[in-house]
Structures are given as structure tokens and as C-alpha cells.
């Protein structure tokens, strides 16, 4: 995800930046060829940070994130998640991925799969959006989110 991907979401960010964190890469026994076989627990980059600052902050205080649940063969992905993700279906849908859940209920991330990756999206922010009096976790949750699972799911082949 770019700059110009976040600024279509959100017009008015500023100061966005982009940080990569390494997550665990431990191997899927069930599904592995090979489960002895395993190059590192680490993948440098499986998960990447963006902070900006929105219209009515002081500070860089929304922060968005994205990360790599899972990479393999399709169909793999449909069993891996059908047995170890919980979460509860969208009344939003997919949002141009195959199938997305969304896990925890107030301040949830959203959960999908399209192909061969599994992805969870999730962040907060410090704006009180159109209509709402105060920060409110289900517009981000249930509007927010949803752009940046569709705009994801865009580029995944």
C-alpha cells in the first residue's frame, strides 16, 4: 500500500509513514510437505505499520496495519482458516477478498483470505467521525477497515 492508496481512503492525511516489523513464520504442520524443514522463525517483513495524521489531530495519532497470516496453496489457505480462525462473518461482505471475518467485537481487526494469502487488517484513530460525538471504534471497525481490505485485496493475484 502506498501514500496515494491511503490519501484516496483518507483525503486529508498527513505526515503518513510507513514502518515494516517482522512477524513469526513458524510452519503450518497440518499442512506442511516437510515439517522438520524450516529456513528461520522470522520473516523480516510479514507485517507493516502505517501512522499518519488525520484532520482534527494534533499528532500522527491513526495508525493502520497489515499483515501475513498465512501464504500457501489456495485451497491449503481455505482449510488453514476453516480450522484456526474465529471471528464473526461482516454484514459488509468480503470486500473483494474471498472471505473475511472480523475478530474481537468493539475494536476488532478483520480477518481474510484471498488465494494464497491469509491477512488481518486493523488499526484505531483519535478523529470523531461525521455524526459520531466522540472517536467511535465501529466506524472504524465497520467502515474504515473494509477500504483497506478492498484496496489489499486489489493487488492480490
Not at 77 to 101: F, M, P, W
Amino acid at each position: 500500500m502506498d501514500q496515494e492508496e491511503i490519501k484516496a481512503i483518507f483525503p486529508g492525511a498527513k505526515d503518513i509513514e510507513q514502518e515494516s516489523r517482522p512477524i513469526s513464520a513458524l510452519s503450518i504442520k497440518d499442512f506442511a510437505a516437510d515439517s522438520s524443514w524450516k529456513e528461520s522463525d522470522r520473516s523480516k517483513s510479514g507485517q507493516c505499520l502505517y501512522s499518519m495524521r488525520l484532520p482534527g489531530e494534533t499528532y500522527a495519532a491513526t495508525q493502520f496495519w497489515f499483515r501475513i497470516e498465512a501464504v500457501a496453496d489456495p485451497k491449503l489457505i481455505v482449510g488453514y482458516e476453516d480450522r484456526l480462525v474465529s471471528g464473526a462473518n461482516t454484514n459488509q461482505g468480503a470486500q473483494g477478498a474471498d472471505h473475511c471475518v472480523i475478530t474481537g467485537t468493539y475494536e476488532g481487526s478483520w480477518n481474510c483470505r484471498k488465494g494464497p494469502l491469509l491477512f488481518t487488517v486493523g488499526g484505531q484513530s483519535s478523529v470523531t467521525f461525521k455524526g459520531e460525538l466522540a472517536p467511535a471504534p465501529f466506524v472504524w471497525r465497520d467502515d474504515v477497515l473494509p477500504e483497506f481490505v478492498r484496496t489489499i485485496a486489489a493487488k492480490i493475484k
